[in-house]
Every structure is written in C-alpha cells, then in structure tokens.
C-alpha cells in the first residue's frame, strides 16, 4: 500500500460526531413545556423542559454535535438530559462526517444506553479487526456489524470499508496512519469501543483468536455468537416476534402438509383391540400451555420443589478421563431427567417469583445438584420487567406466578463441539422445555414456553458476560386458573 507523506487533510480537520434523532421519530413540543417522542404509533414521554432546551431540537433532525454539549455547562444540562433520555430509548442515531457533506458513517445502536465513546489510541497501538465483525448489504447500505457491538455502523465512504479491510493484519498505528486510505482516529476509536476492533498486547500476534477478549470468547464460533444475539432480544434493534411482515408478499403454509402421492398404508385401526392410553399417553394427551394463572391460590414452595425434582434435579454424577486422549483433561459429568447433547447438561434454572406461596418474591438459581434455590439480589426494575415481559410474550392478564429463564453454559458444549454448539443448546432448550411442560401437567400445574428473552436484561441481573452464561428460553409456570385450564388451546 502507498505511503503519503501527510495524513489527510480530511483527518487533520477531524470530522464531527453529531447526535440526531432517529429518522422514525418525530419530537412534539406541547405548550407546557412537555416533549413528547412520537414513532411506529407510540408516545414517549421525554419531560418538561425550558423554552432554551426546545429552541434547539431542531438541530436533532440534522445532527446536533455532542462536543457542543457540555453537561457541565447550566445551560447545557437539559440538552444533555433530552439526549441521554432520548439515547436510552434508542431514539437516537449518531453521524460521523465533515461539518457540511455526507455521513462517512452513521451508527445505530443496538443496545439500550449505547453512548458513542472514541476510545484513545496511541502511535503505538496495534491494532486488528475482531474475528466477529462482518460487512454486508443491507439495502442500498454497507454495514459494519459486529454481535458483541452495542451498535452498527452505515459505512457511506467506501474507501473507509476498504481501508478496514487491511486492518485483517494487525496493524501499528504510526505506520497505519501514513497509509493514503487511513479512516481517522475518530472512526478506529469508536470500532474500538464497539469491540469491532481490537488493541493487541505485546507479544498477541500470533494469537488473535485468543486476544480479542476474555477466554470464554475464545469457545465462540462466528455464527453462534451472531445467531445468539440476532435471535434474541436485548442486544440488537431489528423488528422481532410475530410480525406477520410478509404476509402481503405470500399466502401462509397450511398446518398440515399435503401428502405425498405414493402408496399409502394406514395405520388407523392397525392395532387390534385399541390400546388403553398408557399413564405417559394420557400425561401427553392433558398438557397443554396454560397462560393464565389463579393468583388467589398460587403455586406452592412445595409444589415448586417438587416440580424442579421431577424435571431438573440432578441424578447421578460422575468424572471421566480420557475424553480428548490419555493425556487429556478429567471431564465431570452429570446426569438429570432429561437428554442432552453430549451429557453436556449445560442448561440452568433462574426463577423470577411473583407469587409462590412459601417463597418470596424474587430472583433465584436453581441448584440442581443441591436442590436448593439461591437468592440473587437483582433491581426492582429489571425484575419487574422480566416478568411484564413474560406477560406481554403469553398474551396473559397477569404476570406469571414463577417466570423460569432457562439459561445456557456455553462453553460447556462449545469446549467440545465446533459448528454445532449452539444448534445442540437450542435442541436442548427445546428437549427441557417439554420435560417442564410435562412435569408441570403431571403436578396439576400449568405452563407455557416462551419464544423471546432479552439476554442483556439477563446479563445485567446476574451480573454475567452474555458470551458466558446467557438466557436461552423461558417457560411461564403457575396454577392454572380453573375456569381458563382447558380453554387455552390456541
Ligand atoms: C418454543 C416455543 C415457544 C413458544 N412461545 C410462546 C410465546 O412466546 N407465547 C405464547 O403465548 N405461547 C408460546 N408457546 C406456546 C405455543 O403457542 C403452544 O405450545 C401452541 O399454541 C400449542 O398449544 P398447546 O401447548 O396448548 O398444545 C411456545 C411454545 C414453544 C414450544
């Protein structure tokens, strides 16, 4: 690559960060003073602020510079208020370009409270592109995506996405900075931020994989991370649930595939005399999901106890060696009432509890080897959230009794199995969540899987990495209100 004999000029001006709104948000300032955000048919409330404060929103629709804004400024702190509130609510999109021209960039955040920060880099800095980040066409646009960043990247100037590309190699700052297509500290800095980039430690060059991050990263296939955090809630901004969005483009499949047309041998009538249903068969035959629940009689401890040791308690518990040859490391193992992939049980229970009968209301951990629960201080909100949430999936009139987030160890499965790791959790999910189906049928309880979760939330109630122990399912459990069990099919 040719070296030029002084950075851009471009660079040396420095291009602005600017703050603006969303393009799906319109802001309302009413006569009180109150400003009201308006997209995709809702109404946020932002707050009553001064006549100063809303002469200026009309700079949000442009970019408003965050370097203008100084929160340690009286005049400025309402400003930075309205942009932090706004900010929390993703309603906001953040430009990087020349004063006057087109966005070199445009970031999109992706998680709650994204907050663009230009992280410091030095000369002598070495820095790479993480093995996570990804460009794709989306629409008529080029972004930067990574599923460990808090938000994406438009990229408008394409010699910004070919001057990235070489940064596959480590590079050293004070020679990258001479190269003719050099982006900008400004746009290094905030893909550092967003771990879309990475500083190397003396001596990592050799190790890239294990450089980028913590060691449980270093277990994480591409796309599992990517399908982890894209098919989940909390860690990314495009539509999801049931959307019905193509429905003017194509007719629904029918429920029941049309047959084949060879030969066909029935089977109804087959066994002679009919079977009586086994137990097993009338237990299939009775579950079904239950939403709504009788919070005059709620579930009880005992209840709760006995459900979590029909369906997750811990049987038996052994070690093996030689798993990955004679020298290999001892492996532990575990067994439970389910199947799972490779015996890796990697699956946990978390219950957030509205109402037990015998067991305050919180957030606990199931220990299933030592079938106990284990309080877990969490924020009232968060908590509160969790279970409005599970609420609003089930389409119920009332928060779940128990909200159970069933969580997954990854690593435990990713330590041996490459490609598939995450395919088999989900596999599991799915195997666990019947036997918490059934269990709860065979209790005179009800139940009810959940098909969204939000593995920031979770993160920020545990206190865990994403990338190490994350929300994977949830399953509503209760005591099915009488009049509704049997009317829930559907
Ligand atoms: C993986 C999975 C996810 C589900 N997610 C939801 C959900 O988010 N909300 C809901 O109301 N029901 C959910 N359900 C329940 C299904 O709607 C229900 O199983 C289906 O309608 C069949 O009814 P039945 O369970 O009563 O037989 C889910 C079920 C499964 C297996």
């Given at each position: 690559m040719a070296v030029a004999t002084k950075p851009r000029s471009r660079i040396a001006k420095g291009p602005l960060l600017a703050g603006r709104l969303n393009p799906r948000v319109a802001l309302d300032a009413q006569a009180d003073g109150n400003v009201v955000a308006r997209f995709d048919g809702h109404a946020l409330g932002l707050g009553k602020f001064s006549e100063a404060t809303i002469r200026r929103l009309g700079e949000l629709r442009g970019g408003l510079p965050l370097a203008s804004v100084k929160p340690g400024r009286a005049a400025d702190k309402e400003l930075d208020l309205l942009l932090r509130r706004l900010a929390h609510s993703g309603l906001l999109e953040y430009r990087l370009g020349p004063?006057?021209?087109?966005?070199d960039v445009v970031i999109e955040p992706q998680i709650a409270d994204y907050w663009p920060q230009i992280a410091k880099i030095a000369n002598t800095d070495t820095i790479a592109l993480s093995r996570f980040a990804y460009l794709r066409r989306r629409g008529k646009e080029m972004v930067l995506e990574s599923p460990r960043a808090g938000a994406l990247f438009r990229i408008g100037d394409p010699r910004i996405a070919a001057a990235l590309t070489t940064l596959a190699h480590p590079q050293k700052i004070n020679r990258y900075r001479k190269e003719r297509g050099f982006p900008g500290l400004e746009v290094l800095g905030l893909l550092l931020d967003c771990q879309i980039l990475f500083k190397l430690k003396p001596g990592d060059a050799a190790g890239l994989r294990a450089s980028e991050g913590d060691p449980n990263l270093v277990l994480w296939d591409f796309h599992d991370l990517l399908f982890h955090t894209r098919s989940t809630d909390g860690r990314q901004a495009n539509p999801l649930g049931g959307l019905y969005s193509y429905a003017d483009l194509m007719p629904p499949l029918p429920a029941v595939r049309p047959p084949w047309p060879g030969e066909v041998i029935a089977l109804e009538g087959s066994t002679r005399p009919a079977p009586t249903p086994s137990p097993f068969a009338s237990l299939l035959g009775s579950r079904h999901s239950i939403r709504d629940f009788d919070d005059e009689h709620p579930i009880t401890l005992s209840e709760l106890a006995a459900f979590l040791q029909t369906a997750a308690r811990v049987q038996a518990k052994w070690t093996s060696g030689?798993?990955?040859?004679?020298e290999g490391p001892e492996v532990s193992y575990a067994s439970r009432p389910y199947p799972s992939g490779g015996a890796a049980y990697e699956l946990e229970l978390y219950l957030a509890v509205e109402?037990?009968?015998?067991l305050a209301r919180g957030f606990y951990h199931y220990d299933a080897d030592r079938h106990a629960l284990t309080a877990i201080e969490v924020g009232a909100r968060d908590l509160d959230a969790q279970l409005l949430d599970a609420e609003f999936a089930i389409g119920a009139s009332h928060v779940p009794q128990i909200l159970i987030v069933i969580a997954a160890r990854f690593g435990r499965v990713s330590w041996k199995y490459s490609s598939v790791a995450y395919s088999l959790i989900l596999k599991d999910v799915g195997v666990l969540t019947q036997t918490l189906y059934l269990a709860a049928a065979d209790l005179g309880l009800g139940g009810c899987a959940i098909g969204t979760n939000n593995i920031d939330r979770f993160a920020r109630m545990t206190g865990l990495d994403f990338s190490v122990e994350g929300s994977v399912g949830q399953f509503a459990l209760g005591r099915g209100r009488p009049e509704r069990a049997g009317a829930e099919r559907g």
């Amino acid at each position: 690559m040719a070296v030029a004999t002084k950075p851009r000029s471009r660079i040396a001006k420095g291009p602005l960060l600017a703050g603006r709104l969303n393009p799906r948000v319109a802001l309302d300032a009413q006569a009180d003073g109150n400003v009201v955000a308006r997209f995709d048919g809702h109404a946020l409330g932002l707050g009553k602020f001064s006549e100063a404060t809303i002469r200026r929103l009309g700079e949000l629709r442009g970019g408003l510079p965050l370097a203008s804004v100084k929160p340690g400024r009286a005049a400025d702190k309402e400003l930075d208020l309205l942009l932090r509130r706004l900010a929390h609510s993703g309603l906001l999109e953040y430009r990087l370009g020349p004063a006057r021209g087109g966005d070199d960039v445009v970031i999109e955040p992706q998680i709650a409270d994204y907050w663009p920060q230009i992280a410091k880099i030095a000369n002598t800095d070495t820095i790479a592109l993480s093995r996570f980040a990804y460009l794709r066409r989306r629409g008529k646009e080029m972004v930067l995506e990574s599923p460990r960043a808090g938000a994406l990247f438009r990229i408008g100037d394409p010699r910004i996405a070919a001057a990235l590309t070489t940064l596959a190699h480590p590079q050293k700052i004070n020679r990258y900075r001479k190269e003719r297509g050099f982006p900008g500290l400004e746009v290094l800095g905030l893909l550092l931020d967003c771990q879309i980039l990475f500083k190397l430690k003396p001596g990592d060059a050799a190790g890239l994989r294990a450089s980028e991050g913590d060691p449980n990263l270093v277990l994480w296939d591409f796309h599992d991370l990517l399908f982890h955090t894209r098919s989940t809630d909390g860690r990314q901004a495009n539509p999801l649930g049931g959307l019905y969005s193509y429905a003017d483009l194509m007719p629904p499949l029918p429920a029941v595939r049309p047959p084949w047309p060879g030969e066909v041998i029935a089977l109804e009538g087959s066994t002679r005399p009919a079977p009586t249903p086994s137990p097993f068969a009338s237990l299939l035959g009775s579950r079904h999901s239950i939403r709504d629940f009788d919070d005059e009689h709620p579930i009880t401890l005992s209840e709760l106890a006995a459900f979590l040791q029909t369906a997750a308690r811990v049987q038996a518990k052994w070690t093996s060696g030689g798993d990955t040859g004679e020298e290999g490391p001892e492996v532990s193992y575990a067994s439970r009432p389910y199947p799972s992939g490779g015996a890796a049980y990697e699956l946990e229970l978390y219950l957030a509890v509205e109402k037990c009968d015998g067991l305050a209301r919180g957030f606990y951990h199931y220990d299933a080897d030592r079938h106990a629960l284990t309080a877990i201080e969490v924020g009232a909100r968060d908590l509160d959230a969790q279970l409005l949430d599970a609420e609003f999936a089930i389409g119920a009139s009332h928060v779940p009794q128990i909200l159970i987030v069933i969580a997954a160890r990854f690593g435990r499965v990713s330590w041996k199995y490459s490609s598939v790791a995450y395919s088999l959790i989900l596999k599991d999910v799915g195997v666990l969540t019947q036997t918490l189906y059934l269990a709860a049928a065979d209790l005179g309880l009800g139940g009810c899987a959940i098909g969204t979760n939000n593995i920031d939330r979770f993160a920020r109630m545990t206190g865990l990495d994403f990338s190490v122990e994350g929300s994977v399912g949830q399953f509503a459990l209760g005591r099915g209100r009488p009049e509704r069990a049997g009317a829930e099919r559907g």
